[in-house]
């Protein structure tokens, strides 16, 4: 589109115009005008672009040297402040030997693209003049010179850090969140780089990584260890530079300081500590105390809300050691747990405890003596923790330390065979040591003894024991040469078992049981002999214990919804003490969980009261005496009701006689009464789609049908019945189909069979005779099996029309029929009185064939056109239909279609010639044949005549022209 730039004529022929855009090209051009008006415009211009004079750029600015080494120098500097008015797309780097006039280029490239240039391949020392140059399209600019001579060598600056604004200040991150440093670093040589944390090992913990301009700290996964100050260290020969980075953790608490346990007595004690040194950037809001025994593997809390740093505990058994642990809590959860370093024991101050009793010599060798011991009465309120035995030779006259044992039997060996020895034996407690009880003095050399039996480490002859105890009855003696030693019991030898083992020592043998049972009572007895005789001591042991379980079955009597009486046997062993009682459990789960009835039953019976009824219960029973309870006797299930349950569901429930104001409903009685007679029967109805039942019979009812008034005239009604007996209400039954509460449709009239083959019969019927209030939309057809007896619907869905052929059906099978009718509301009438018997068998007739009146013993038609023949077949069974022309089969396709049925016909849509000839219908069924034929011709335009044209008898007035018919 093309504008005017002047408004006025302008009278030179040249003119300035300035709106012009920056980047566009333009096409000007000019016309003359004189008085008689504007000539012609000129031809357009050579397009013009929009721009400023272009030029050479200007010099590039800040030309410096970055850095220098032995061999290179690296430069920078900034583009020019004018671009000549042509895109830079390059800069050339010259350089001078300080000696020379001459400058050569100091890179291989024909141009820099960068504002920036490492020149390589210098001489080190050699001073060197640069200067830099900009080059745009129209060539190369003013150069700029670097400042100075400059000299390769290796530059010196000490490290440089620079910390990101938020390292500055404290850095805080959640616990489990990663934790991640970057700095910059600068140095000339590049700094060593050290990164140190005083109570971390960063090397293991963090993973450090450094580059050419930077180092970087990552640790994966903080906790609250990470918490403190980060320092960083460079160091170069120039110098050294450190910066700090402090990092808070938000995590739970570290472990509490200094645990420690004072003022302990026997049933309490102070636990102090101090708060722990990482709080996990959060205040400790409480203190957790935990405590346990040492053979314990769990921990008992003991305060969960301590808000101080010290707490009293005053619930600790007495004589029991005892650990304690402390766990800080914060905002963030529950921290490490610090422990005391040993067991305590709860216990008062203790005095020394009383020397040890009946320190004797049991065994003497040439280089040794066994000595044993009994434990002191009284041990100064501590337990007794070792035993200190010493040892005096008599030519010596000074005490000497043998060990400090637990036990009550030790032998100091290495004596010197035939010296005089004393020994002496004292308790140590916890806080004290008793004084000493000696023994001897006595050769050490080799001693012979006859047998002698101690049994004063068994309380008595006859033992009575608790069954289910482990028992260690140890018999002392002394004999020397070493003695055979036999344990007996009864009449016969022992037989050691995996209860019931026996244990031998220089001085002693020690008969072992391991829950001793009833069956190890008896008779035991031990011989110890050697050469020199023999000695044999015994004891008799009685074993009592929990009596055997009661003798079942267990019976149920009195069943009710409420109660059960039990009754059991005692059991066949009392345990050797008289029955005490019997304890009665309930289980209502199948033995899940149990429930105490009673533990003081005296007889072998209980009336068990407090049942729900219905609910099904286990019971459980077992004798007691003095020594405990024994096993139980588990009985059968039982449930707690009546003998007779209520009856079942009422089946089959259905509304029949239905109208808009009254219905009869109608069931059958359930085919289990529970074991009681039913006494009646409720009815219940409700609106389809609603929750809440009406009942229909205030009152039970004992007939099987009932009436129900008071409906809304077109709503949907469902029916449900329950019985009742001695038991209460049985079972509901499923609902009756939905019933409409409309005055009922009438059943089709007039239903009879208009035609029977060996497989099918169609039926016919007219309307009904009233609607129900709604159009009759379509029927319902059942048939009857004589052989079968029920109806049978003989097709899904509903019948619109009037008449129906059942197919499927059996020879020689006798059916009747009958139709229902369903209006548009749903409701379906009554059926129809069935029709009479009809036994499924063809009828023959013979059959029949004649063309439609419009069809004349000869068809002419045009070609192209179409035209059908059409004709009426009778016959029973149906007649097979077969159509020919000229006596050859036509097959039905899309020109020529064939239909078949009561009116058979042969449409052709365009008719040809050859659709000429005679065309014959042939019906045939076993009764015979019938056929029926017509001629059709197809007229057409005739053919050219045949060549070729002769022409004879030429003269003046004419000739003889002669051809060929078509």
Same mark, same amino acid.
């Given at each position: ?12 022929? !040249? %003119?300035?115009?300035?709106? #012009?855009? *920056? &980047? ?5 051009? =000019?016309? /003359?005008? $004189? +008085?008689? @008006? ?77 504002? !920036? %240039?490492?020149?390589?391949? #210098?001489? *080190? &020392? ?5 200067? =830099?140059? /900009?080059? $745009? +399209?129209? @060539? ?827």
């Amino acid at each position: 589109r093309w504008q005017r730039i002047n408004r006025a004529l302008v009278k030179d022929t !040249e %003119l300035a115009h300035e709106d #012009l855009t *920056e &980047g566009l090209e333009y096409d000007f051009r =000019v016309a /003359a005008e $004189n +008085e008689a @008006g504007r000539g012609k415009f000129s031809p357009p211009c050579m397009p013009v672009l929009a721009r400023d004079p272009v030029g050479k750029p200007h010099a590039p600015q800040n030309a410096e040297v970055l850095e220098t080494t032995k061999t290179s120098v690296s430069l920078l500097w900034q583009p020019p402040v004018s671009d000549g008015g042509s895109k830079i797309y390059g800069y050339i780097v010259e350089k001078r030997d300080e000696t020379t006039e001459e400058w050569k280029k100091a890179h291989s490239l024909s141009t820099i693209k960068q504002c !920036e %240039l490492v020149v390589p391949d #210098l001489e *080190e &020392g050699k001073g060197l003049n640069f200067r =830099v140059s /900009a080059v $745009n +399209e129209h @060539g190369v600019g003013e150069p700029t010179q670097v400042e100075g001579i400059v000299f390769p060598r290796d530059m010196a600056a000490p490290p440089e850090c620079k910390l990101d604004a938020s390292l500055k200040r404290t850095v805080t991150v959640k616990a489990g969140v990663p934790l991640r440093f970057y700095v910059p670093v600068r140095g000339k040589p590049f700094p060593k780089v050290t990164w140190v944390k005083d109570d971390s090992d960063l090397e293991n913990r963090a993973n450090i990584e450094i580059s050419e301009v930077a180092t970087q700290l990552v640790i994966v996964s903080t906790n609250r260890r990470d918490a403190g100050r980060f320092e960083l260290t460079l160091e170069n020969p120039s110098g050294t530079k450190t910066v700090g980075i402090n990092v808070k953790v938000i995590d739970t608490p570290g472990p509490v300081e200094h645990i420690r346990v004072r003022d302990v007595t026997r049933n309490a004690a102070v636990i102090a500590w101090a708060p722990p040194l990482k709080d996990g950037s959060k205040s400790i809001t409480h203190y957790i105390l935990e405590k346990k025994e040492p053979s314990r593997r769990t921990w008992t809390t003991q305060d969960a809300n301590i808000v101080k740093t010290s707490y009293r505990i005053t619930n600790l058994v007495e004589g029991n050691n005892y650990l304690f642990r402390v766990l800080a809590v914060n905002d963030i959860g529950i921290g490490e747990p610090a422990e005391t370093p040993a067991p305590i024991l709860a216990m008062d101050q203790v005095a020394p405890p009383e020397p040890p009793r009946k320190l004797q010599i049991v065994e003497i060798t040439p280089i040794s003596v066994t000595l044993t011991w009994i434990r002191p009465d009284f041990d100064g309120g501590s337990r007794i923790t070792s035993y200190l035995i010493e040892k005096m030779e008599t030519t010596k006259g000074e005490w000497e330390r043998c060990t400090a044992i637990n036990a009550t039997r030790y032998c100091v060996s290495d004596l010197a065979p035939h010296d005089e020895y004393t020994f002496r034996v004292s308790a140590q407690n916890v806080g004290a040591t008793s004084d000493p009880v000696e023994v001897g003095p006595v050769v050490a050399k080799e001693q012979i003894y006859e047998p002698t039996v101690d049994m004063s480490q068994i309380p008595s002859d006859v033992m009575v024991v608790k069954e289910g105890i482990d028992l260690n009855l140890p018999v002392l003696f002394r004999a020397w040469p070493k003695p055979k030693i036999t344990w007996l019991r009864g009449l016969g030898e022992l037989r050691e078992s995996d209860s019931m083992i026996t244990k031998n020592t220089k001085t002693s043998t020690t008969l072992i049981v391991r829950k001793i049972r009833k069956a190890d009572a008896g008779t035991y007895a031990v011989e110890i002999s050697n050469k020199l005789g023999s000695a044999r001591a015994e004891f008799t042991l009685k074993v009592l214990g929990k009596p055997s379980p009661c003798n079942g079955p267990v019976d149920f009597e009195d069943v009710s919804p409420e109660s059960i009486t039990l009754t059991w046997k005692p059991p066949d062993d009392d345990g050797g003490a008289p029955i005490s009682n019997y304890v009665v459990e309930k289980s209502d789960n199948r033995g899940i969980s149990w429930v105490y009835v009673s533990s003081n039953v005296k007889r072998c019976h209980l009336r068990v009261t407090k049942l729900t009824e219905n609910k099904e219960y286990i019971f459980r029973i077992s004798a007691e005496n003095k020594f405990g309870v024994g096993p139980t006797l588990k009985s059968d299930s039982v449930v707690a009701k009546l003998p007779f349950d209520p009856p079942d569901a009422p089946t089959n429930v259905q509304a029949f006689d239905t109208s808009k104001a009254q219905m009869s409903i109608g069931w059958e009685a359930p085919a289990n009464d529970g074991g009681s007679e039913i006494t009646g029967y409720i009815c219940e109805r409700k609106e389809r789609g609603s929750r809440r039942w009406v009942k229909v019979t205030k009152y039970p009812i004992k007939k099987t049908v009932c009436q129900s008034t008071g409906f809304n005239e077109g709503s949907e009604y469902e029916f449900r019945v329950y019985g009742i007996n001695a038991a209460g209400a049985g079972k509901y039954s499923e609902m009756s189909y939905p019933v409409i509460a409309r005055d009922p449709v009438g059943e089709p009239r007039d239903v009879k069979v208009v035609d029977i083959t060996r497989a099918s019969v169609t039926l016919a019927w007219k309307y009904p005779s009233h609607d129900g209030g709604a159009r009759v939309i379509g029927y319902i057809v059942e048939r009857l099996n004589q052989k079968e007896g029920s109806w049978v619907q003989v097709h899904g869905g509903v019948i619109k029309a009037q008449h129906f052929r059942v197919k499927g059906l059996v020879m020689n099978e006798k059916y009747c029929f009958r139709v229902i009718a369903k209006n548009a509301a749903g409701i379906r009438s009554k059926p129809c009185d069935p029709t009479p018997l009809v036994i499924c068998k063809d009828e023959i007739i013979h059959p029949k064939v004649s063309l439609d009146y419009s069809v004349k013993d000869k068809t002419e038609v045009f070609v192209n056109k179409p035209f059908d023949i059409g004709a009426a077949v009778s016959g029973k069974p149906e007649p097979e239909i077969v159509w020919t022309r000229n006596d050859r089969i036509i097959v039905s396709t899309e020109m020529r279609k064939i239909k078949y049925g009561k009116k058979t016909s042969l449409t052709i849509k365009h008719a040809s010639r050859e659709d000429a000839g005679t065309y014959k219908i042939i019906v045939k069924n076993p009764a015979g044949q019938a056929e029926v034929k017509t001629e059709v011709a197809v007229l057409a335009k005739p053919d050219m005549p045949a060549g070729p044209v002769r022409v004879t008898d030429i003269h003046p007035e004419g000739c003889v022209i002669a051809w060929e018919p078509p």
